[in-house]
């Protein structure tokens, strides 16, 4: 296993088809490293999601991945509206996505859940008015 | 596939094209593929809650994400039902990623049952 690897990605946000490009990179670079199939494909549901929602509702922003032998952490960072209700956000089924998303097949309510679901650890931090951070871990 | 209850829903791509009388658009040299279970939504995060190896993803939508979706999910094969059409940039991100598109006249619902029926259950274990 290498040593320490960081990566950086922008996340363009004016482009939902586009959404899940870091994702896939990111996937490509841990399967090449030869992380355990089952994690990578953890992290890479986990961060698509996130994905999706930097693009849906933040206009896009900035993914750090750090990548170590036992331990992948992905933070991803935008200047969106922030969450209003970080509790609502988390149950399933909640969703503020508008029409032409859930036309898409999002905004259903499963992103922040799903995320949750497939990391070892889920850290939000959120200020209306100025983005939200949110950081993913996972073992490997 | 050595679990002997789970043989039997093995199902191959070539066995699911004549179920659904299905085109293929993309992964003609995959046909001899595997799957052992469906999913059957136009809702991808629905699809991202559950994780199976094998899987295959019947769907209405046509969009990329459709593709990037079973991309993260490891899923080598989406059949679009009610004989949408998906447009070349779907199909062109299929192929680079390895994965399967079919297209089938028949309904979601018409599509589930047929491959149901035929012994292609889904798998309802959730992570």
């Known amino acids: 296993m290498a040593e320490l690897m960081k990566l950086h ?13 870091t994702s896939s990179k990111v ?13 990578v494909r953890k992290v890479a549901i986990a961060m698509y999601e996130g994905e999706i929602n930097m693009v849906i509702h933040a206009d896009g922003g900035e993914i750090d991945v750090a990548i170590a032998p036992e331990k992948i952490t992905v933070v991803m960072k935008d200047v969106g509206p922030g969450i209003p209700d970080l509790d609502m956000a988390m149950t399933e089924g909640f969703s503020t996505a508008d029409h032409s998303v859930r036309e898409l097949g999002f905004g259903a309510g499963m992103g922040l859940p799903n995320m949750k679901k497939y990391s070892d650890g889920l850290n939000i931090e959120t200020e209306l008015g100025k983005g939200t951070t949110v950081t993913l871990e996972f073992n490997a | 596939m050595s679990v002997g209850d789970r043989t039997e ?3 191959k791509l070539s066995k699911i094209k004549e179920i659904l009388d299905a085109e293929v658009l993309t992964g003609a040299d995959m046909l001899e593929t ?22 295959l993803l019947l769907t209405g939508l046509v969009n990329p994400q459709v593709v990037r979706t079973a991309e993260m999910m490891d899923i080598s094969a989406i059949v679009f039902v009610r004989g949408k059409q998906p447009d070349e940039n779907v199909i062109a991100l299929a192929e680079a990623k390895g994965i399967a598109i079919l297209t089938t006249a028949h309904t979601m619902y018409v599509a589930c049952g047929r491959l149901y029926n035929e012994g292609l259950t889904g798998d309802e ?3």
């Open chain 1, 9 to 21: 990605y922008e996340v363009n946000g004016d482009d939902f088809t586009r959404a899940g490009e």
């Open chain 1, 27 to 39: 996937k490509k670079t841990l399967n090449q490293l030869g992380f355990n199939p089952e994690v």
């Open chain 2, 9 to 11: 829903k093995i199902m």
């Open chain 2, 34 to 55: 595997d799957v052992d279970s469906a999913f059957g939504s136009d809702l991808m995060s629905d699809v991202l809650a559950f994780v199976n190896d094998r899987v």
């Open chain 2, 125 to 127: 274990k959730e992570v």
